[in-house]
């Protein structure tokens, strides 16, 4: 996905800003103190404490409200106009009066909390649409307990657009792009400011999303500079339509009008060489928390899907300029989409990015809406999903030290370094042509190190670990250890030691990660992997280093102009072709 962010936005960023961001500044010291985890908890204790992760589950389920959600809708619609670049003077109109009413929001629900939420403003300079000054709305929560330095936020956009980028006097109303979002920030400050976290929480709205993610850029820059610990980065983006549109980007929905007010989509960067990357596993995190914790209380369950690139194709979203910087960070995004966000096409019709991003209409004629685009219980639902999944990230015990995986005679062997007492520990195993996204197995075991004897053979297996607190909490899993239990007579005999591994997912929908299993160094000069349609034409070559290891690459189905079908991918050392399998793109 980062080329594709990269190609997407630079004729933007050269007509809608101007130099980089400067003067980062949070303006509630207070609550930079409390990002560093320098305040004293006992200072934002609560007379009454709510801590015990059942108790906030289930208050969390209970409490969020699709009314509030709706009306948090109603009041942003009123501003009419929240481009970045959009009036800052008036009381009834822009971003200015837009952000005024959020900080506002924020605000009451600190003060029905004795103050515990600290409110308050992100601000940088940047050229942009042209202003000058621009500001994100903050509340802190600070943590009160040994890892309150450790920070878990929650972020959507609030900035909206219409037909043009820079438009700051059309109707760009932006409700699914992006008041759904906006909303479900403000309900989860408004629930979750009542109860007592180990870790401290961050809710942001950020601005400048629609010209270059620069809101959300300025304030990771902020926390790299400042050396605030982001535990996990949770941004929120078009999480309130059900609607499909006729061109909502791939891997989209299934047709125009289509409804789906189940699944949700969570998008995260995929791995490196050795597993998945630390945002993959927060997403995987995410849906375990919820499928475990929250399905079994919730009257209608949601399906999470962890698709397998960071955004869709050719988009970009404010998940990622955190995790560039290293951070675990996600994105949730509704199953469908009403249009793929580029009205400069002729044939667009669809709302997303146009004056028609309109909370409703009056279909009766008596000037009151009665038929809405944002599903309030659908928002309602993420709210929850998001909610729950902090907390258990603000409640988790540490991530374990160290992780490794060994094969042995006798089967995989685990190693878990933890400090003394930690445990017991949960696994995540998965193969590596696995189909899924998530992981293939759990488990739950007590020793921190011992031999897994019931795999496959002939398969090259990733794993994480987390520990188990004794409330039954995960931490956020490890990074993942890879091993190969691949046998010998599987290696390419030319090359021993080299196994060219079954891509995964497959069938894929977007996205799939070609693998080669590098056993033992490897002398050539050059190699590549190569993909092909069925009549032998490529498509796209990757040059890689053998390396000892896994060594991956991620082929995208804009390669094959997304034509569902069969396609070849060989493993090619100095020019010879050495081995060569199949993969489906089924979408």
């Known amino acids: 996905m980062k080329n594709l962010f990269l190609f997407l936005f630079p004729f933007i960023m050269l007509s809608s800003s101007g130099a980089a961001q400067t003067n980062l500044l949070l303006t509630n010291p207070e609550a930079l103190d409390a990002l560093k985890g320098l305040h004293a908890p006992e200072d934002y204790l609560p007379e009454i404490v709510i801590s015990q992760p059942a108790d906030i589950f289930e208050r969390i389920v209970a409490e969020v409200s699709p009314d509030s959600l709706k009306a948090y809708l109603e009041a942003l619609r009123a501003f009419e106009n929240r481009n970045t670049g959009a009036d800052t003077l008036s009381e009834t109109f822009g971003m200015g009066a837009a952000r005024r009413w959020a900080h506002g929001k924020m605000a009451s629900f600190s003060e029905r909390q004795a103050g515990r939420l600290l409110t308050g403003y992100f601000q940088f300079d940047q050229d942009i649409c042209g202003m000058g000054r621009h500001r994100n709305v903050v509340g802190v929560l600070p943590g009160a307990g040994p890892h309150r330095s450790e920070v878990v936020l929650v972020e959507a956009h609030m900035d909206s657009r219409c037909e043009e980028a820079c438009d700051t006097d059309c109707l760009a109303e932006g409700m699914e792009d992006n008041g759904s979002g906006t909303a479900l920030v403000l309900e989860l400050a408004r629930v979750m400011s009542s109860f007592t976290f180990d870790r401290t929480l961050v809710f942001m709205i950020t601005t400048g999303e629609e010209q270059g993610l620069f809101g959300a850029n300025a304030f990771a820059e902020f926390a790299e500079q400042e050396g605030i610990d982001l535990y996990g980065v949770y941004n929120n983006d078009i999480v309130g339509g059900i609607i499909c549109g006729q061109t909502a980007s791939p891997p989209g929905c299934p047709g125009l009008n289509e409804i789906d007010s189940i699944n949700v989509r969570i998008y995260s960067a995929g791995g490196g060489v050795f597993g998945a990357s630390s945002s993959r596993l927060l997403a995987r995190f995410t849906r375990l928390q919820y499928e475990e914790n929250i399905a079994p209380i919730v009257p209608v369950v949601s399906q999470i899907n962890i698709i397998s690139r960071e955004d869709r194709a050719g988009r970009g979203g404010d998940h990622i300029p955190f995790r560039q910087r290293g951070y675990a960070a996600l994105r949730f995004t509704s199953a469908n989409e009403h249009g793929n966000g580029n009205p400069s096409t002729d044939d667009y019709h669809d709302r997303q990015h146009t004056m028609e991003d309109i909370l409703g209409v009056d279909t009766d004629g008596d000037n009151v809406l009665d038929s809405f685009f944002v599903d309030f219980n659908y928002l309602a639902r993420n709210t929850v999903i998001n909610g729950t999944t902090m907390a258990a990230s603000a409640m988790g015990p540490p991530t374990v030290d160290d992780f490794e995986l060994e094969p ?141 290891g896994l060594v991956q690459v991620l082929y995208g189905y804009e390669h094959h102009q997304y034509a569902r079908g069969t396609y070849y991918y060989s493993l090619i050392v100095d020019g010879q072709v050495i081995d060569t399998k199949a993969m489906i793109y089924a979408y």
Do not use: C
């Not at 933890?418 to 739950?444: H, K, M, N, Q, V």
């Not at 799939?512 to 992997?529: D, E, F, N, R």
């Open 408 to 548: 042995t005679t006798a089967g995989l062997r685990y190693r878990i370094s933890a400090p003394d007492g930690a445990g017991p520990f949960r696994l995540g195993i998965r193969a590596f042509d696995s189909e899924t996204t998530y992981f293939d197995t759990l488990l739950t075991v007590t020793e921190a190190e011992d031999t897994l004897s019931w795999l496959e053979d002939g398969t090259v297996y990733l794993a994480a670990a987390a520990t188990i607190d004794s409330n039954g909490i995960e931490s956020h899993f490890s990074d993942e250890g890879f091993a190969n239990l691949t046998t010998t007579a599987q290696e390419i005999k030319t090359y021993p030691g080299l196994t060219l591994l079954q891509n995964r997912p497959n069938p894929f929908d977007e996205a799939t990660t070609i693998g080669v299993h590098v056993g033992q160094p490897v002398s050539y000069k050059s190699a590549q992997l190569r993909v092909t349609d069925v009549q032998g034409r490529p498509l796209k070559q990757f040059d890689i280093e053998l390396k000892p």
